[in-house]
């Protein structure tokens, strides 16, 4: 994957789990312009856009800003809505969670819980066993692969 977004980003680590407050002004100076849209000003990719929407391989989803871990490849699913579509994040502390009235709607917008950037909206018609649908820009997302290893446990397992 592009390292290439993370060279100026000193809050971005995949084990440092403590929580990022930088302003938005430090923000626009660290971030890709496309991500800073979407991360901190709560924009929109165009659907279709993303190349992890249709992505199938094994691996984690991590915030693009912070790097923190907030989806595996095992809870994505084909919603067929545009963006890469999750039905369950890694861990309660990965996603906050608000209330958002825009546009004159009824959503629930979700945020990264480490570095609270906006990823996406989560909806109620998802597959079980949650029904959720957690709805994330791809831009704000980062993918890594699993590694071999683990793949190899993931296979003797089932
Ligand atoms: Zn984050």
Redesign the pocket.
């Known amino acids: 994957m592009d390292t290439s977004k993370k060279t100026n980003n000193p809050a971005y680590s995949h084990t440092d789990n403590t929580p990022?407050n930088l302003t938005n002004e430090q923000w626009k100076k660290i971030l890709p312009k496309d991500v800073y849209e979407v991360a901190r000003q709560k924009g929109t990719e165009r659907a279709w856009t993303s190349p992890l929407e249709e992505l199938k391989d094994v691996g984690t989803y991590y915030?693009a800003?912070?790097?923190?871990p907030l989806f595996k490849s095992d809870t994505k699913f084909e919603s067929g809505c545009g963006w890469p579509s999750f039905y369950q994040p890694i861990s309660k502390s990965s996603i906050i969670y608000a209330a958002d009235h825009s546009y004159g709607m009824d959503r629930t917008e979700v945020m990264?819980g480490?570095?609270?950037?906006h990823l996406g909206h989560v909806f109620n018609d998802g597959p079980p066993p949650t029904h959720l649908r957690y709805c994330i820009n791809g831009v704000v997302l980062d993918f890594e692969k699993a590694k071999e290893a683990e793949k190899k446990y993931n296979a003797d397992k089932q």
Not at 114 to 117: A, H, L
């Open positions: 990022v915030c800003v912070c790097g923190n990264c480490r570095c609270k950037s």
